[in-house]
């Protein structure tokens, strides 16, 4: 079969072409945007690209496509997506056809929350891949024990990382729902996505329909420490239920819990305790609801601390960039203040007392909509110093952060804000750059300044 895959350069799209050109179909696509490393990655798969949108693929690369998969980056108005409906072509949306075609048959083990998706997949893969596992996998993110965000194997096991942004222009329901686990991970659930959705109320909703379609011989392993989640759990659920959460809250009467020190206890008794290389309570916390989510399928607690203990983390959550004259310059994902927060304060646990110069580019929609900017203050306040890039912000960026005046700065123009990061860094110190995009390549930017 030949596929066609509008939006093929997300992470998402590029993973779908990656697992369907694994299984034997011809893939081919287009998007917008076709730039490194995901154009080199498909590449790299014999996967055909194309840049742009234009009808006239209909009669070039995709001519012999048996069915047309839309990305949720497609809207009506877009000139390939018009032509598709014109001529009365198949087409279908991508979450769609991965259940259709790949997950309708396995056990699917669900990764779902506001923060920690991807990380907490990773974990979870990497603790069936050691154990034997060898599990299929679908993640919005590159872990670093693989190499890749999407494979294809013959397990009955595949791991996805289910977000609750929508399907398509034609499916306006989270993209979760399509994927029916047996195994659901909730870690979180606030406020997001406020370009699709007008209030937490009405993600809930979607979190209600997602936990609809597991089945009563199932297991949803969900943050007990969320009011949200809770709410979504009153709304009815069908399942095997069990709770997670850090020690210092038990209070919300978890099965597991985990210390500080990693100790874990499942209904009291301690399993052992966690040892591994990833920073902050939080990730001891998605590593918490990753061996939950292993013992499901039978894997024993130790093996997935085991596990874990070599677990080498995800691209671009908190990772190493470089490191000139002293000086360490980190990548991470994060975009939303709780994600901020967290990020700031687990490499503060690791550094103590050394500056840590906080570097954010809000990039986001909902933070282009400025929806989170009372928030951002409060996040931000456990660094030392303050940097914001406001290029193309439809708000006043000075005024929301003004609560942290003597230690921010703001700038719209990425040169400068590199060299004023540059002037201001000294040996020890560590510069958390944030952002849900490239960021304009200040990293490298950043680091060959800092060499001169």
Same mark, same amino acid.
């Given at each position: 079969?030949?596929?066609?895959?509008?939006?093929?350069?997300?992470?998402?799209?590029?993973?779908?072409?990656?697992?369907?050109?694994?299984?034997?179909?011809?893939?081919?696509?287009?998007?917008?945007?076709?730039?490194?490393?995901?154009?080199?990655?498909?590449?790299?798969?014999?996967?055909?690209?194309?840049?742009?949108?234009?009808?006239e693929?209909?009669?070039?690369?995709?001519?012999?496509?048996?069915?047309?998969?839309v990305?949720?980056?497609?809207?009506?108005?877009?000139p390939?997506?018009?032509?598709?409906?014109?001529?009365?072509?198949?087409?279908?949306?991508g979450?769609?056809?991965?259940?259709?075609?790949?997950?309708?048959?396995?056990?699917?083990?669900?990764?779902?929350?506001t923060?920690?998706k991807?990380?907490?997949?990773?974990?979870?893969?990497?603790?069936?891949e050691?154990?034997?596992l060898?599990?299929?996998?679908?993640?919005?993110?590159?872990?670093?024990?693989?190499?890749?965000?999407?494979?294809?194997?013959?397990?009955?096991f595949?791991?996805?990382?289910?977000?609750?942004?929508?399907?398509?222009?034609?499916?306006?329901?989270?993209?979760?729902?399509?994927?029916?686990?047996?195994?659901?991970?909730?870690?979180?659930?606030?406020?997001?996505?406020?370009?699709i959705?007008?209030?937490?109320?009405?993600?809930?909703?979607?979190?209600?329909h997602?936990?609809?379609?597991?089945p009563?011989?199932?297991?949803?392993?969900?943050?007990?420490?969320?009011?949200?989640l809770?709410?979504? *759990?009153?709304?009815?659920?069908?399942?095997?239920v069990?709770?997670?959460?850090?020690?210092?809250?038990?209070g919300?009467?978890?099965?597991?819990?985990?210390?500080?020190?990693?100790?874990?206890?499942?209904?009291?008794?301690?399993?052992?305790?966690?040892?591994?290389?990833?920073?902050?309570?939080?990730?001891?916390?998605?590593?918490?609801?990753?061996?939950?989510?292993?013992?499901?399928?039978?894997?024993?607690?130790?093996?997935?601390?085991?596990a874990?203990?070599?677990?080498?983390?995800?691209?671009?959550?908190?990772?190493t960039?470089?490191?000139?004259?002293?000086?360490?310059?980190?990548?991470?994902?994060?975009?939303?203040?709780?994600?901020i927060?967290?990020?700031?304060?687990?490499?503060?646990?690791?550094v103590g007392?050394?500056?840590?110069?906080?570097v954010?580019?809000?990039?986001?929609n909902?933070?282009? *909509?400025?929806?989170?900017?009372?928030?951002?203050?409060?996040? *931000?306040?456990?660094?030392?110093?303050?940097?914001?890039?406001?290029?193309n912000?439809?708000?006043?960026?000075?005024?929301?952060?003004?609560?942290?005046?003597?230690k921010?700065?703001?700038h719209?123009?990425?040169?400068?804000?590199?060299?004023?990061?540059?002037?201001?860094?000294?040996?020890?110190?560590?510069?958390?750059?944030?952002?849900?995009?490239?960021?304009?390549?200040?990293?490298?930017?950043?680091?060959?300044?800092?060499?001169?």
């Amino acid at each position: 079969m030949h596929l066609h895959i509008l939006g093929i350069c997300g992470t998402f799209m590029g993973g779908v072409a990656a697992i369907a050109g694994a299984a034997g179909h011809r893939v081919t696509g287009c998007d917008a945007n076709v730039y490194p490393p995901m154009s080199t990655q498909l590449a790299s798969l014999g996967i055909g690209l194309t840049e742009g949108f234009g009808p006239e693929q209909l009669q070039g690369i995709a001519r012999d496509a048996d069915v047309f998969v839309v990305g949720n980056v497609v809207s009506r108005g877009n000139p390939l997506m018009e032509s598709i409906l014109d001529a009365g072509r198949a087409y279908i949306s991508g979450p769609q056809w991965l259940y259709e075609n790949v997950l309708h048959d396995r056990w699917v083990l669900a990764v779902t929350g506001t923060h920690g998706k991807t990380t907490t997949a990773s974990m979870l893969t990497w603790i069936l891949e050691q154990t034997g596992l060898d599990p299929a996998f679908l993640i919005g993110g590159v872990p670093v024990d693989f190499g890749a965000s999407a494979r294809r194997t013959d397990s009955q096991f595949f791991v996805i990382e289910a977000d609750e942004y929508d399907t398509a222009f034609f499916d306006k329901r989270s993209k979760f729902v399509h994927y029916r686990p047996r195994t659901a991970v909730l870690n979180n659930l606030e406020f997001d996505h406020a370009d699709i959705f007008p209030d937490l109320a009405a993600i809930e909703t979607q979190f209600h329909h997602f936990i609809r379609t597991v089945p009563s011989n199932g297991r949803v392993i969900v943050n007990g420490g969320e009011a949200s989640l809770g709410r979504v *759990l009153a709304r009815g659920c069908w399942s095997e239920v069990e709770r997670f959460g850090l020690a210092e809250i038990a209070g919300t009467g978890p099965d597991w819990t985990i210390a500080v020190d990693g100790t874990i206890l499942l209904g009291g008794a301690a399993q052992g305790t966690l040892i591994f290389g990833e920073r902050g309570r939080h990730n001891q916390l998605n590593a918490l609801a990753a061996i939950a989510a292993a013992r499901h399928i039978g894997v024993p607690v130790q093996k997935s601390l085991d596990a874990l203990a070599s677990f080498q983390g995800v691209r671009r959550r908190l990772e190493t960039r470089g490191v000139v004259r002293g000086i360490t310059v980190y990548d991470d994902f994060a975009h939303h203040p709780t994600a901020i927060a967290t990020t700031i304060d687990g490499l503060r646990r690791a550094v103590g007392r050394a500056r840590i110069l906080a570097v954010l580019e809000p990039r986001s929609n909902t933070m282009k *909509l400025g929806m989170m900017k009372a928030a951002l203050p409060d996040s *931000l306040v456990d660094a030392d110093h303050v940097y914001c890039y406001a290029a193309n912000l439809g708000w006043d960026v000075a005024a929301a952060l003004a609560p942290l005046d003597g230690k921010m700065e703001i700038h719209d123009d990425l040169s400068a804000l590199t060299e004023a990061i540059a002037r201001a860094a000294q040996p020890g110190d560590h510069v958390l750059i944030m952002s849900n995009g490239g960021f304009g390549g200040i990293h490298d930017k950043l680091l060959t300044r800092l060499a001169l």
